[in-house]
T-cell receptor, first 108, second 117 residues
Framework: SYVLTQPPSVSVAPGKTARISCGGD??????VHWYQQKPGQAPVLVVF???DRSSGIPERFSGSNSGNTATLTIRRVEAGDEADYYC???????????FGGGTKLTVL | QVQLVQSGPELKKPGASVQVSCKTS????????VHWVRQAPGQGLEWMGW????????NYAQKFQGRVTVTRDTSTKTVYMDLKRLRSDDTAVYFC??????????WGQGTLVAISS
């Protein structure tokens, strides 16, 4: 089945830019979606279809997808952005909903 | 507004079964698939399956086939997830979520299911 690979952790100073990658075989041919999950809470959709921000998500959040890597970019990072981030795709083979392993974003 | 409200925490013994409910509101129930996703302690998200509320059709992850059943009650707009032959590694928070195309746009609050003898 299709595999999505994320770095376990990313650290960034406040005000800087965080980039969280999601690797997959020819992932550019798929639509990638991103979720933010804070401790003890349900995931929240932040970006869908590679680049579209979900309702209420700040413009600081953006997505891109090319080649074998999709990226969630968070500009002007704030302490409140500290969370786990998961990428997800829909796969027509085997199990249709595939999640990456998740990336813990730490704001220094 | 769209809401998915799940049932409360469960404590079960190994080998038992559990049912978690997900009551929906704020949208046309028949129009969107409802999925179940679980998260073991300290782990990532794991997709379990979906139901098409319009006709009751289901699709389950290979890992859970034979152990999970998802049903719905159209009169109460509620979706149910039954998991049987519980094991200790089924201890997790179970989420229901409504999709919009091929992503999950609205999530329930989660239900902790703990398995312990």
């Amino acid at each position: 089945s299709y595999v999505l690979t994320q770095p376990p952790s990313v650290s960034v100073a406040p005000g800087k830019t965080a980039r969280i990658s999601c690797g997959g075989d020819n992932i550019a041919t798929k639509s990638v979606h991103w979720y933010q999950q804070k401790p003890g809470q349900a995931p929240v959709l932040v970006v869908f279809d590679d680049t579209d921000r979900s309702s209420g998500i700040p413009e600081r959040f953006s997505g891109s997808n090319s080649g074998n890597t999709a990226t969630l970019t968070i500009r002007r990072v704030e302490a409140g952005d500290e969370a786990d981030y998961y990428c997800q795709v829909w796969d027509s083979n085997d199990d249709p909903v595939i999640f990456g392993g998740g990336t813990k974003l730490t704001v220094l | 507004q769209v809401q998915l409200v799940q049932s409360g925490p469960e404590l079960k013994k190994p080998g038992a079964s559990v049912q978690v409910s997900c009551k929906t509101s704020g949208y046309i129930f028949a129009d969107k698939y409802v999925h179940w996703v679980r998260q073991a302690p300290g782990q990532g998200l794991e997709w379990m399956g979906w139901i098409n509320p319009k006709n009751g059709g289901t699709n389950y992850a290979q890992k859970f086939q034979g152990r999970v059943t998802v049903t719905r009650d159209t009169s109460t707009k509620t979706v149910y997830m039954d998991l049987k032959r519980l094991r200790s590694d089924d201890t997790a928070v179970y989420f229901c979520a409504r999709d919009s195309g091929n992503f999950l746009v609205s999530w329930g609050q989660g239900t902790l299911v703990a398995i312990s003898s």
